[in-house]
């Protein structure tokens, strides 16, 4: 019971954090409303990222395509981590490091939006897809832990109060479904 209890302080603690954090609070915000531009101007909202975090991404763009809350029209998202072929085949052909950089390339456009998670900050192929974003004119927007981290050359980069793993990612899908509410409620209000 002991552990129970202690993780879930940890948690709330990570989360009071970043709530008392006005910096990141206005972060979410502007997140938030770059989604809603990027979308409003026939662009699309694309996410990577590995392991748990790739997961995630597939989870926050399927909220986004899919829906929410409410039944509304489908918001253009999606997930640079959920083609098993294409990762297995890019990893395999030019290495791991490239795998969301190579499709970036294929997928994104000038006024598109990349949103890179990583605990650490410092996964390569989320590093070299930032570099890709910023030659094709595509937002970058990196979340990850409060550690120094590679991601510091992103657009907007959003750091989660904890150097803990779970404790991060716990946080990062509750700011993830805000911005989807937030980006949802904001087409409800006026459609596409």
């Known amino acids: 019971m002991d552990l129970i209890k202690q993780r879930f302080q940890e948690s709330i603690a990570t989360k009071q954090a970043a709530m008392d954090d006005l ?3 206005a972060k979410v915000q502007e997140i ?3 989604g809603i531009h990027v979308l409003r101007h026939g662009g699309k909202i694309l996410f990577c990222g590995n392991g748990g975090s790739a997961v995630d991404s597939m989870h926050l763009a399927a909220e986004l395509s899919g ?3 409410v039944d509304r029209p489908p918001l253009n998202a999606e ?3 959920a083609d098993n072929a294409f990762i297995t085949a890019v990893a395999n052909d ?3 490091e490239f795998v969301f950089s190579r499709l970036l ?3 994104g456009k000038k006024g598109d939006v990349l949103i890179g998670m990583s605990t650490s900050g410092n996964s390569k192929n989320v590093v070299e897809a930032f570099k890709v974003a910023r030659e094709l004119g595509v937002t970058s927007v990196g979340w990850t832990g409060s550690m120094p ?3 510091d050359n992103c657009d907007v980069l959003l750091k989660i109060p904890s150097a803990d793993t779970p404790r991060i990612q716990e946080t990062q899908m509750l700011i993830g479904h805000i911005i989807c509410e937030i980006i949802e409620k904001h ?3 006026k459609p596409l």
């Open 23 to 25: 910096t990141l609070m």
């Open 32 to 34: 938030a409303e770059l």
């Open 67 to 69: 829906r929410y809350y």
């Open 79 to 81: 997930s640079l981590s």
């Open 94 to 96: 030019y290495g791991y």
């Open 105 to 107: 390339k294929a997928k």
């Open 149 to 151: 981290c590679l991601m």
């Open 187 to 189: 087409f409800i209000e």
